[in-house]
C-alpha cells in the first residue's frame, strides 16, 4: 500500500493537485515528499485562509522534519500562532534562527520563501512576545521588520495600490485598516504599562505583519 500511496501522491503532483499529492505522500509514509510538497503549497493555503488544513499537515509530519526545514518550521509557527496557541513556538523560532545563522545547513524548496524568513522571524516574536504581554519586545521585534530590506511600508502601500484585485494585497490592506480601528479605539492597558504603550506595540506590530504577505493568519494574535 505505500508503494501506490507513493505513486499516486506523483500523479497528483504532476497534474497539479497538491491536496491529494499531500494526502497520498502522507499516507504512504513518504516524509521527504510530503515535506517538499506541504512547503510549496503553504503560501496558497495561507492566502485563501485554510489555516485548518495546514495545521493538519503540520502536524502529521514528524518533529524531527522541521530541524533543518525554516521554511517549514516558521509555517508551523504561523499554523500555532494564527490560534493564539504558543505550544512549543520558542523551540521552533530557534531553530530557524539557527538555519539563519548557518544557511549550509538550512534545506528548503521555496527561495522566496527562505528569503522571508528574517521578516516573518520578526513578526512571529512580536506576536509572541503581545501574547505574552511583552509590550516592549514586541515593539523591538515588529520594527525589526519595518526596517528589514524589502519592507518599506510605502512602497508596499504603492503595490497594494497597484494590484487591487489581488485577493492577498486586499487582504492585507483590511489588516491594516482593521489593526489601526482597534488601536485608536479599543487598545486596553497592560498592568505596569500605559494604554499609550499598548497602542504603540500593537500599532507597529500590525503595521508590520500587514508587510508579510504570507503570513496573513496571524492577524488574531496582533488585533486581540
Known amino acids: 500500500m505505500p508503494v501506490l500511496h507513493r505513486r499516486a501522491s506523483a500523479w ?24 517538499r510538497l506541504i512547503e510549496l503549497a503553504a503560501p496558497a493555503l495561507r492566502r485563501h485562509r485554510q489555516d485548518a488544513t495546514l495545521r493538519r499537515w503540520f502536524d502529521a509530519l514528524p518533529t524531527e522534519v522541521f530541524v533543518d526545514r525554516p521554511v517549514l518550521a516558521i509555517g ?8 493564539g496557541d504558543p505550544t512549543g513556538v520558542e523551540p521552533l523560532l530557534q531553530l530557524v534562527e539557527a538555519a539563519l545563522a548557518d544557511p549550509a545547513t538550512a534545506i528548503y524548496v521555496d ?10 522571524l520578526a ?9 505574552e504581554g511583552d509590550l516592549d519586545g514586541a515593539v523591538a521585534h515588529a520594527t525589526r521588520v519595518l526596517e528589514l530590506p524589502g519592507t518599506d511600508f510605502a512602497a508596499q502601500q504603492h503595490d497594494e495600490q497597484e494590484h487591487v484585485g489581488d485577493a492577498g494585497s486586499d487582504d492585507r490592506m483590511a ?3 482593521q489593526a489601526a480601528q482597534y488601536v ?9 504599562g500605559s494604554a ?15 508587510l508579510v504577505v504570507e503570513d496573513l493568519g496571524d492577524r488574531e494574535a496582533i488585533v486581540q
Open 175 to 177: 489588516l491594516g485598516q
Open 111 to 120: 527561495r522566496d520563501e527562505y528569503e522571508r524568513l528574517p521578516a516573518q
Open 184 to 192: 485608536e479605539r479599543d487598545a486596553p492597558a497592560q498592568p505596569g
Open 123 to 131: 513578526v512571529q516574536r512580536a506576536g509572541l512576545c503581545l501574547l
Open 76 to 83: 508551523l509557527v504561523g499554523s500555532r500562532m494564527v490560534t
Open 12 to 35: 497528483y503532483d504532476a497534474h497539479g493537485d497538491p491536496a491529494d499529492a499531500i494526502a497520498h505522500a502522507l499516507a504512504g509514509e513518504d516524509v521527504e515528499a510530503a515535506a
Open 196 to 210: 499609550v504603550d499598548q497602542r504603540t506595540a500593537l500599532a507597529v506590530a500590525a503595521q508590520a505583519q500587514v
